[in-house]
Structures are given as C-alpha cells and as structure tokens.
C-alpha cells in the first residue's frame, strides 16, 4: 500500500528583499508568515489581483495580519513572494 501524500503545493521562491525581512523575525512572526506561505503554495490564486500591477496578488490573513505580496510564475508550479509582513 501506498503512503498518503498531503496535498499539493507550489514551490514558494523568495526575492532576497523577502528573504532579509523575514530574516527579522521572531520565532511568532516566523509562524505567522510560514503559515500564510504555506497557504498560498496550497492555492496560488488565493491573493487578489493587484489593479494596475498585474500579475501580483495580494494576500492578507485576517487575524494574523500577515500580508504577502507575489506572483504566479511556471503554469501555478512556482509563487515568488515579493514583499511579505507580519
């Protein structure tokens, strides 16, 4: 029998600009962020167009108020996280 594999996800990418603002954080704004990553690897599309700046997306989480900007690159497979704030 087979293992049972989670579900699919894309491969996030950080620009460095991303990468040093989450090298700032604490082990609390760490999780916060890992957790809106991880949301948006499940549905890239789960962010809102950015009018006038397409293809970037908008992703806020209520309640955590983590807010991730990205786009979708590679047919969906990839997300590059641009901007991310906990």
């Known amino acids: 029998m087979s293992p049972k594999h989670g579900p ?3 491969k996030a990418i950080l620009t460095p600009a991303a990468q040093r603002q989450i090298d700032g954080y604490d082990t609390r704004e ?3 962020a890992d957790r809106a990553i991880v949301a948006i690897q499940t549905d890239p599309g789960i962010g809102d167009l950015t009018p006038g700046r397409e293809p970037l997306r908008d992703y806020q ?3 955590s108020g983590v807010r991730v900007i990205y786009y979708i690159a590679e047919y969906g497979s990839h997300v590059v996280i641009v901007y991310i704030e906990v």
Do not use: H, L, P, Q
Request: hydrophobic share 55%; proline share 0%; no cysteine.
């Open 8 to 10: 699919w996800r894309a």
């Open 61 to 63: 989480e209520s309640g």
């Open 30 to 32: 760490m999780i916060a």
